[in-house]
């Protein structure tokens, strides 16, 4: 078996919102799909060490910021490879809260998707939330989305440990 | 809310294949994402109108053939938008049976993944099946992944009325 197959399956680039209590929480994702078309839903798939795990637990919702290849490492670093139980990533971005009360980064993202879980299964270190889509919008016509592979060819962008490949990789 | 959004999520496109009986079938598919690390773990999204659907359910096992840049549409179109009930969709190309008894084609393909179901999850029109990674190859180290952008603006590739966003493009 040669599991660097499995990096030639596509992704595109993600900022994953939620929120809990007062607080809100994103992180960088790879692991985005619509899994059906009416109603429309999205599928997401969260290491259980994150916080942005816990948020969307507690809240049942979570946004989707589709990130352009506008962005560079300082746009997008700081939602991942730390974690937002003790450091405040959103201080220098420009977000604004959704109706679901997450919040969704604005600056060089191409839109956001609003979504409500509906159902969520187990998956050893991750769990896969599926998400009815309540809101959506596009922020920038012009922009083009940002696939995995750019990010590491391009940003030089790493992956982190609580990745849905990591282990794969290590291989 | 703008449908048109959730076209802004990347995907790669690929052949999902699997056996019923004697029989085996095949599909397009853009809906394939790992999901876990350790096992490693795969999703698809399979609409319960295709003979496909009907395999999986049946045997408990697919494959994903990752389709490469390379590909034209006489080598990928007769896997799409006809059933395999009546019609021998893998007549004209080059194709080996797996470890699970599903097809993976071999013609132009990056690579291909063997899954055993371990879950399924309903979702109205199409059904998510979780399948653990049973084996997994690289055919062509040099060939790209084709990617669903790629197939729609170079190739003119159209949707099915079974892929798991074809409302929102009617919309």
């Known amino acids: 078996m040669d599991f660097r197959t499995l990096f030639k399956v596509t992704y595109g680039m993600y900022i994953v919102s939620s929120k809990k209590g007062d607080n809100i929480n994103a992180q960088l994702s790879n692991t985005v799909v619509q899994i059906s078309p009416d109603p429309a839903t999205m599928l997401i798939s ?6 942005t ?14 990130i ?18 003790n450091y405040d990533k959103f201080a220098n971005c420009s977000y ?10 604005k600056d060089k993202m191409c839109g956001y998707i ?3 879980v509906i159902n969520s299964h187990d998956c050893c270190s991750h769990t896969v939330f599926i998400g009815r889509v309540t809101e959506a919008e596009i922020l920038n016509h012009d ?3 940002m696939t995995y592979d750019f990010y590491h060819k391009e940003l030089k962008g790493k992956l982190s440990k609580n990745a ?7 291989k």
């Open 46 to 51: 969260i290491s259980k060490n994150n916080y």
């Open 53 to 66: 795990h816990e948020c969307i637990k507690e809240s049942g919702v979570f946004t989707v910021s589709i």
């Open 68 to 85: 352009s290849d506008r962005c560079e490492m300082t746009d997008i670093g700081p939602f991942g490879f730390r974690t937002g139980r």
């Open 96 to 105: 604004e809260l959704g109706k679901n009360g997450a919040p969704y980064i």
């Open 114 to 116: 609003e979504c409500e």
């Open 143 to 145: 922009l083009q989305p």
């Open 164 to 170: 849905t490949h990591y282990h794969a990789e290590e």
